[in-house]
């Protein structure tokens, strides 16, 4: 039995014309056919049909293979209404070409397929040619066989209700009685009614199923969204929500967490998040940027000091610790931590007491550390310039924030986002074309959630037009891009990891870099100011470009 091209009737080409024509040839000369043997054969097939449903367009074309070529009844097919138009189109046809069911469309009340679909009523037509309501739309006379073509038309009813037509014809030189044909096509027409009603059913299971999941698949993403953003968090990728889910894991208890991820990524707010998920929310949340404090002032900002301990302590000062006590301290870029104060960080975390500059005795104090960085503190210990023992203090629950480029998603929501506060804060109402959504979300943000800010709230301020289209927003991320060649230096990792410079790396930027450092006397906090840059920025690039302390002595 030839097998149905393509997934549905509708796309089958008639590759059976010329077997129906010799089905035909034959039943007209060999007419002592034993009929009861042929119409046994056929039921019994079309239980198997029938009983091993895949789709009902596969199985109603199985079906009338089987009644072409067992029975001799031709060119079955099945007239279905179109829920949108009211017309009657073609589902499933045998033995017509592509460009005839193109054809098979009729209004109800068109033609005799028109009619019975309207009355709901089986007719029977003993000769086509002498029929004027057949319109001959599908098939025309001359692709029939010569002598009478007798046809039948069955209303499909499916659940009470007509849905559709099917019709057959029947060729003369049959020897089987017409009463017999009625019958076996009732019970044809009866399963097409039951194969479509098994249609309907597996499409509201779908349906419904769908409908569920897409509800689950909403609530779950509202409750997420909004979980983030109760932390202030905006993104919606997967791996957002699973560091959200990170977060909510460790906060309850005291467990140091260490954020890692590149600069920008919004390593403060997911600290911030740890904070405000924890029973320590209601106490202070103090920040101390490691990498922003001059060293010489590291241990008063830090632990604080007496009145008189030195030169210039007018009064005496509790330090960032104390002023965390009993809830958070964010030690940010604590990379950049210097040296010799790792060591009193490490006694503070192991016996929970501070002792400030010029005091006689330590203070006991109750703090939630969360630290964060850019760097890999593994490397900085395997070039010395990290306590070991202070890494594992840290490294007790490490959290990876994706950079914005791995997380593409976040893109458009971080947009709107900003958009809204940028709006508010300059008194714009401006908007975003889908193109110029479009090109921000293909730009990949070297710099991240913060350079996402600093080019929208860019956007709103210059643009002319409440409208922002997408040459306005390419022209900004093309300054941006020139900005960024021209001061910062990305770097790439090799397959052995070895970090590699970027082709906007110049030894120009090297070398000024170096100079500043010679000038400053190797104190990093002036380099820095003189070359416009945070402390932050200028650690970053003395570790891109690999400049040693030993190229900075006089």
């Known amino acids: 039995m030839p097998q149905p091209i393509g997934s549905s009737c509708e796309d089958a080409v008639d590759t059976t014309n010329r077997s ?6 034959a039943l007209e000369v060999h007419v ?63 033995g017509l070409t592509r460009d005839e069911m193109r054809r098979g469309v009729f209004a109800p009340g068109e033609g005799i397929t028109g009619k ?31 002598g009478t073509t007798s046809m039948f038309f069955f209303p499909i009813q499916v659940s009470g209700h007509t849905r559709g037509v099917f019709s057959v014809n029947r060729f003369r030189g049959i020897s089987r009685s017409l009463t017999a044909d009625l019958e076996i096509l009732r019970e044809v027409a009866a399963q097409i009614g039951q194969l479509l009603r098994l249609d309907d059913l ?35 990728s997967a791996k957002i929500r699973t560091v959200i889910r990170q977060i909510e894991q460790v906060a309850p208890s005291d467990a140091t967490v260490l954020l890692l991820g590149e600069s920008g ?26 990498g922003a404090v001059p060293e010489a002032l590291f241990e008063s900002e830090l632990f604080g000091h007496e009145k008189g301990s030195f030169t210039g302590a007018t009064s005496t000062r509790p330090g960032r610790i104390e002023e965390a006590n009993n809830g958070t301290l964010f030690l940010d870029e604590i990379g950049d931590l210097p040296f010799n104060m790792q060591v009193k960080l490490l006694r503070t975390l192991q016996e929970r007491t501070v002792s400030r500059i010029g005091a006689r005795r330590e203070q006991r104090v109750d703090v939630r550390i969360v630290a964060a960085t850019n760097q890999d503190l593994r490397q900085r210990v395997s070039e010395g310039k990290f306590r070991l023992d202070l890494f594992y203090r840290l490294y ?73 289209d997408a040459p306005e927003v390419l022209a900004v991320l ?32 090297r070398q000024r870099i170096v100079m500043a450092l010679v000038r400053a006397g190797g104190v990093k906090s002036r380099a820095a100011q003189q070359l416009g840059l945070t402390l932050s920025q200028l650690n970053y690039r003395i570790r891109v470009l690999g400049i040693g302390m030993e190229e900075i002595r006089p």
């Open 396 to 468: 007790v629950v490490p959290i990876h924030l994706a950079p914005l480029r791995e997380r593409p998603e976040d893109i458009a929501s971080l947009v709107q986002y900003f958009l809204q506060e940028a709006n508010r804060r300059f008194k714009r109402n401006a908007r975003l074309s889908g193109e110029a959504l479009a090109a921000l979300i293909r730009y990949p943000w070297p710099g991240n959630v913060r350079q996402v800010q600093n080019v929208i709230d860019r956007l709103t301020l210059l643009t002319e037009l409440p409208f922002i």
């Open 116 to 146: 019975v679909f309207e009355s709901g009523q089986l007719t029977i037509v003993q000769d086509i040619d002498a029929e004027s309501r057949y319109l001959w739309r599908t098939v025309p006379r001359s692709a029939l066989p010569n």
């Open 265 to 290: 990524t919004g390593k403060e707010l997911l600290a911030h998040a740890v904070h405000l998920a924890s029973p320590r929310r209601d106490f202070p949340f103090v920040r101390v940027n490691c």
């Open 478 to 509: 093309d300054t941006e891009g020139n900005s960024l060649a021209s001061v910062t230096a990305m770097p790439s990792v090799d397959s052995v990891g070895r970090v590699e410079l970027s082709r906007h790396v110049s030894l120009d930027q």
């Open 32 to 94: 002592d056919v034993n009929w009861s043997l042929h119409e046994l054969f056929f039921r019994r097939e079309l239980a198997k049909v029938v009983g091993r449903y895949s789709n009902s367009a596969e199985n109603l074309r199985e079906v009338f293979h089987l009644l072409s070529e067992i029975l001799g009844l031709n060119r079955g097919r099945l007239f279905l209404a179109d829920p949108a138009t009211g017309r009657l189109t073609l589902r499933c046809a045998y």
């Open 20 to 25: 129906s024509a010799r089905a035909d040839l």
């Open 202 to 236: 597996i499409a509201e299971r779908i349906q419904t199923r769908t409908a569920a999941l897409e509800y689950e698949n909403q609530t779950l993403k509202q409750a997420l969204d909004q979980q983030a953003r109760s932390y202030g968090v905006i993104g919606e």
